[in-house]
Antibody
Framework: EVQLLETGGGLVQPGGSLRLSCEAS????????MTWVRQAPGKGLEWVSF????????YYADSVKGRFTISRDNSKNTVSLQMNSLRAEDTAIYYC?????????WGQGTLVTVSS | DIQMTQSPSSLSASVGDRVTITCRAS??????LAWYQQKPGKAPNLLLY???KLEAGVPSRFSGSGSGTDFTLTISSLQPEDFATYYC??????????FGQGTKVVIK
């Protein structure tokens, strides 16, 4: 059974930093690209970042480019999202998802709240 | 970027009703479209991919059709557990991956 478990969310002040992690199990992690998707309270889904299985390719939404960094450790089956210079509009539930073009398995999400 | 527009934004329906949700892409995406169901407080769940292929374990009352710019998700006979929000998602021209704004299905 595929499982994805996100951790690292919490309350952070504007301008602060936070690091999210997603631990995967139940599939061959290194063979799958991974994605972060977020959902602001009461809003729809927004793609945030993508990393290929080998880490050779990464992409970012314009809204987070230059502030967020995605990485992965295939030896630990984890993908991370380093979030710097956080803004109020980054407040959202952040989901990690396994990616074979579409997003076929999702974690339960971790809530990030940016507020003073 | 490809914009995805769903309609309606919300709909009310009764158990047993046939429900259709439409998704339109701002440019052709072939059949690179997925549909997700999201229940309150839960993560999205993949229903269909490649516009019409049912994900394993998804009930057959869900079906999808379309190609190019116009797509539909149909629930043939709405069940109590189907009241949720549904999102379409294009993965043809990426990045970015883009979603529709969602369609909330509520009980009439």
């Amino acid at each position: 059974e595929v499982q994805l478990l996100e951790t690292g969310g919490g309350l952070v002040q504007p301008g602060g930093s936070l690091r999210l992690s997603c631990e995967a199990s139940g599939f061959t992690f290194s063979r799958h690209a991974m994605t972060w998707v977020r959902q602001a309270p009461g809003k729809g889904l927004e793609w945030v970042s993508f990393i290929s299985g080998s880490s050779s390719t990464t992409y970012y939404a314009d809204s987070v480019k230059g502030r967020f960094t995605i990485s992965r450790d295939n030896s630990k089956n984890t993908v991370s999202l380093q979030m710097n210079s956080l803004r109020a509009e980054d407040t959202a539930i952040y989901y990690c998802a396994a990616t074979d073009y579409y997003f076929d398995n999702w974690g339960q999400g971790t809530l990030v709240t940016v507020s003073s | 970027d490809i914009q995805m527009t769903q309609s309606p934004s919300s709909l009310s329906a009764s158990v047993g009703d046939r429900v259709t949700i439409t998704c339109r892409a701002s440019q052709g995406i072939s059949n690179f479209l997925a549909w997700y169901q999201q229940k309150p407080g839960k993560a999205p769940n993949l229903l269909l991919y490649e516009a019409s292929k049912l994900e394993a374990g998804v009930p057959s009352r869900f079906s999808g059709s379309g190609s190019g710019t116009d797509f539909t998700l149909t629930i043939s006979s709405l069940q109590p557990e189907d009241f949720a929000t549904y999102y379409c998602h294009q993965y043809y021209n990426t990045p970015p991956w883009t979603f529709g704004q969602g369609t909330k299905v509520v009980i009439k």
